[in-house]
């Protein structure tokens, strides 16, 4: 059922997105934060970037206050190494080829409903009648 109090067409959100980035914002403030590794206070960020860097240069991690190492899968690696590089250095360059049947050009048919659009662009919601 639609919402009586909106009209159709209308945004609901005139002013647009909002400019803050909560969850950015929260994770800044977290990372900022220092907790104790090893005996020492490390900003969280710092740890992150440790561990990460850790999974990717040995496929091992070592979370604060465990004993034992998690060997990570080949699968896990390159999920890590992926997100890490898609991180750091940008996602590559993204490539889509679009082609029709057979390799042949792609053909676009363009249905408009109750119009007719005339060669001179003119439109009618009714067909002409021949002359």
């Known amino acids: 059922m639609a919402n009586p109090n909106w009209k159709p067409g209308v945004s609901g959100n005139p002013k647009g997105r909002p400019k803050t980035r909560v969850l950015s914002e929260r994770l800044r403030a977290a990372a900022s934060k220092t907790i104790e590794v090893d005996g020492k206070p490390t900003a969280g960020s710092i740890l ?20 034992d190492e998690t060997v990570l899968s080949f699968d896990q690696w390159l999920a890590l190494m992926k997100f890490v590089y898609g991180q750091t250095e ?9 082609g029709g049947a057979n390799g042949g050009p792609v053909t676009l048919k363009v249905v408009y409903e109750n119009k007719r659009s005339d060669i001179d662009g003119a439109s009618t919601d009714a067909p002409r009648e021949a002359s």
């Open 90 to 98: 940008g996602a590559p360059p993204a490539t889509v080829e679009i």
């Open 48 to 67: 992150a970037a440790r561990l990460a860097w850790e999974g990717i240069a040995r496929g091992k991690l070592r979370f604060p206050d465990d004993t």
